[in-house]
């Protein structure tokens, strides 16, 4: 299931190691950061300008934004 969206099982270690610690914002930003990078998304970047993913909402808006500029407007179907 993570492989289909851009994740490696290498990716877990690093993800699980910021969760184990409490750091979830980053965990969640991370994982964004990999399931993005086929929209040019890199680590570093977050969802924007360096900006750490801290709603839910910001993830799926920002994810929305990133698949409509990829596609020009085509709807998700997954």
């Not at 950061?33 to 993830?59: D, F, L, R, W």
């Amino acid at each position: 299931m993570y492989s289909q969206q851009g994740l490696k099982s290498s990716d877990l270690p690093e993800i699980m190691a910021t969760v184990k610690t409490g750091h979830y914002h980053v965990a969640c930003t991370r994982v964004f950061e990999m399931t993005h990078a086929s929209c040019g998304v890199a680590k570093g970047e977050g969802i924007g300008e360096g900006e750490s993913v801290t709603h839910p909402n910001q993830y799926a808006v920002r994810s929305m934004e990133l698949w409509k500029n990829k596609t020009g407007g085509e709807p998700m179907t997954e």
